[in-house]
C-alpha cells in the first residue's frame, strides 16, 4: 500500500526567499510521483510530475522536486518565492494497485508569502 | 476554452433534498473522475470512469450515483442530501488511467447541506 505524508500543513516565507516544501512517501513498487497546486476556490493545477527519467524534475512557474528514492522524499522547491506563489501544495503518488492506477494525495501544505 | 467545467459553483440545500452537479471536459480524455475535498482539504477518490464505463467506486453510500451519458460528460446525483455531504466536489480528466498520466480539474463545486 502507498501513503505520501507532508511534513508541514503550513510553511510560511518572505517574498523573494527559497521555498521548501516536503513530501515522504511509501510505496511497494516504483511509483509515478506529482505535485499540484491549488489556489483559493481553484481546482488542482499540475506544477510537475517524475517518471522515473530524471530524478531532478523541473516544473511550471520555476518549480523544481527532487526524487531521492533512498530518502523516500519528493521535496518542492523554488530559489524566490513570490507573491502569486501563495496556495495549497499537494503532493501525490501514482502506483498500479491490484490491476489498476491508485493516486494517493497528501494531505497539502499551505504556503504564505509575506511582502 | 475551459478544459473541465462544473456546475454549479455553489450549491446551498437543505437537508433530504436531490441535487445533480455537472461536468464536462473538451481536452478529448477518456477518462473522468470525481474528488470529495473535506474541510480540511483532504482529497478522495469516489468515482472514475473511462469511455463511459465505469471503473472505480470507492466506498461512497449509494444516494451518490454517477452518469456518463458520452465520454465529454460524468454528471453526480445524490440523493437524501445529509449534513456530512458538505464539502467541495472537484471532476477530473486524463487522457487514460495510466501511472504517468496527470488529472485535469475542475475548479470545484462547493456544496452545503443545511
Known amino acids: 500500500a502507498q501513503s505520501v505524508t507532508q511534513l508541514d500543513s503550513h510553511v510560511s516565507v518572505s517574498e523573494g526567499t527559497p521555498v521548501l516544501l516536503r513530501c515522504n512517501y511509501s510505496?511497494?513498487?516504483?511509483?509515478?510521483l506529482f505535485w499540484y497546486v491549488q489556489h483559493p476556490n481553484k481546482g488542482l493545477q499540475l506544477l510537475l510530475k517524475?517518471?522515473?527519467?530524471?530524478?531532478l524534475v523541473k516544473g511550471i512557474n520555476g518549480f523544481e522536486a527532487e526524487f531521492k528514492k533512498s530518502e523516500t522524499s519528493f521535496h518542492l522547491t523554488k530559489p524566490s518565492a513570490h507573491m502569486s506563489d501563495a496556495a495549497e501544495y499537494f503532493c501525490v503518488v501514482s502506483e498500479v494497485d491490484t490491476g489498476r492506477r491508485a493516486l494517493t494525495f497528501g494531505s497539502g501544505t499551505r504556503l504564505q508569502v509575506q511582502p | 476554452d475551459t478544459a473541465v467545467s462544473q456546475t454549479p459553483k455553489y450549491l446551498v440545500t437543505q437537508m433530504g433534498n436531490d441535487k445533480s452537479i455537472k461536468c464536462e471536459q473538451n481536452?478529448?480524455?477518456?477518462?473522468m473522475y470525481w474528488y470529495k475535498q473535506d474541510s480540511k482539504k483532504f482529497l478522495k477518490i469516489m468515482f472514475s470512469y473511462n469511455n463511459k464505463e465505469l471503473i472505480i467506486n470507492e466506498t461512497v453510500p449509494n444516494r451518490f450515483s454517477p452518469k456518463s451519458p458520452d465520454k465529454a460528460h460524468l454528471n453526480l446525483h445524490i440523493n437524501s442530501l445529509e449534513l456530512g455531504d458538505s464539502a467541495v466536489y472537484f471532476c477530473?480528466?486524463?487522457?487514460?488511467?495510466?501511472?504517468?498520466?496527470?488529472?485535469?480539474f475542475g475548479n470545484g463545486t462547493r456544496l452545503t447541506v443545511t
Open positions: 517524475y517518471t522515473s527519467a530524471a530524478t
Open positions: 481536452l478529448g480524455h477518456d477518462t
Open positions: 477530473a480528466s486524463s487522457p487514460i488511467d495510466g501511472l504517468n498520466s496527470p488529472l485535469h
Open positions: 510505496s511497494s513498487y516504483s511509483p509515478s
